[in-house]
């Protein structure tokens, strides 16, 4: 089949952008959207023009890597899919489908496709971890865990950090993310003993980056590809207020 | 803070709403009531807690709303989300400034007496407004806007403080929307009895105000 792609072309940080239409011929439905897009770069490396520049990596859906914004919606049509998890069946012969980066101030693009989501990184490192003593490992049953809230901390880890929950926010809000990076310590002994200390610097460092503010639009959930629930925000408000009230 | 304003606001509407029902008891009973607020010592207090709570609650949104504007300074040329939004949720910024017109309208008129319909008593002070069509259309139109807004602002209140339970948060969710619906349906009553209803009564029929 044949797809007409709108896709968002920037040399780089500073330049303006612009949608520049390709057609993409020989599309077959077994393609996942990243090789269609594969199939196009090599055309045009073959006709010496510039590749469209975006990001891939497992191409599984468990890196976290791609983030593409097609027709409107973080990581396309499907629900709790990754872009790479998107495949050509989705579409007919042809269809005009426009491809954008994720857009955020704190999502600044580097070029094309490709945007910088260092700054989840940054909130992560202001308090999205445990701080032990590593060492021998300790007895795997020395801490007992009610296996409900395992599970719950689970379903907050299983956050890969795509940043579609900001693409999709109308303000841009990385609430979703830090919720569940916040949750998936505060669920468990490990996580506690930081807990305040952890969800005042996350949300801090959260709002240095530019991200907007919640206004509970649950766009986040409807378009994160690990299903990672806005009960969790609820969690990050308590937790957050009880920091708030409690920590010195 | 805003979700903490919005909340006690839907304190004041809910009982600003059953004091109005009172119209329907007729003019002695709503008169009554509102003399007795009138000449409640603690009314000025009142009035004060509500005005900073309205412009906490207004401030800190525009606050709010110009920080997210400026979270993508560039937009998509496409974009459609996934279905979460909701009208009420959409509209919130248009909302809440057709909310303040009104309230400035309805305070001018109702309580500064600004177009000089002040008569002898409230009711038919408010009788009298509610016989312009426009006036009582846009009453009905503002208070659609209040529905609207609390559709929305009700579970997001719920949310932002954090009340999270597989049960009760659904429930809770739904009773928000019930609230605004009761709300909106209790204020429209209003205009659109005494300014509609029974003003046709009343031509048709030669039945007088009770």
Known sequence: MNITLKVWRQKNADAPGALVEYNVAGVVPEMSFLEMLDALNERLVAE??????????????????????????????????????????????????TVEPFRAKAFPIVKDLCVDRSAFDRVQAAGGFVSINTGNAVDGN??????????????????????????????????????????????????????????????????????????????????????????????????????????? | MVAAAGLLLCGFLAAHLLGNLLMFAGGGAFNAYAEALEHNPLLPLAEIGLVALFVLHIILSVRATVINRAARPEGYRVYRGKGARTPGSRTMALTGTLILVFIVVHVATFKFDLGGLKGPDLY???????????????????????????????????????????????????????????????????????????????????????
């Open chain 2, 124 to 210: 038919g002070h408010v009788l009298g407004w509610f016989a312009n069509p426009w006036y009582a259309a846009f009453y009905v139109l503002a208070v659609g806007g209040v529905g609207l807004h609390l559709s929305h602002g009700a579970q997001s209140a719920i949310q932002t403080f954090g009340v999270s339970h597989p049960r009760y948060t659904p429930l809770l969710k739904t009773a928000g929307l019930g609230f605004a619906f009761l709300i909106f349906l209790g204020f429209a009553s209003l205009p659109v009895y005494f300014g509609f209803v029974q003003k046709r009564q009343a031509c048709c029929t030669g039945g007088a105000h009770s």
């Open chain 1, 142 to 248: 020395a801490i007992l865990i009610p296996h409900d809230e395992a599970e719950k901390a689970m379903d907050a880890a299983a956050c890969i950090g795509c940043g579609a929950c900001v693409a999709a926010c109308p303000n841009a809000s990385a609430m979703l993310f830090v919720a569940a990076k916040v949750s998936q310590y505060a669920l468990l002994p490990q996580g506690r003993p930081e807990r305040e200390k952890r969800v005042l610097a996350m949300r801090e460092a959260m709002d240095q980056e530019g991200f907007g503010h919640c206004t509970n639009e649950y766009e986040c959930e409807a378009a994160c590809p690990k299903g990672i629930k806005v009960s969790n925000i609820a969690r990050l408000n308590r937790e957050y207020l009880r920091a708030a009230l409690t920590s010195d």
């Open chain 1, 48 to 97: 010496g023009q510039d590749p469209v520049a975006f990001d891939s990596d497992c191409r599984e859906g468990i890196c976290g890597m791609c983030d593409l914004v097609i027709d409107g919606q973080a990581h396309g049509p499907d629900k709790e899919a990754t872009t790479c998890q998107l495949h050509m069946r989705r579409y007919r012969d042809g269809d005009v489908v």
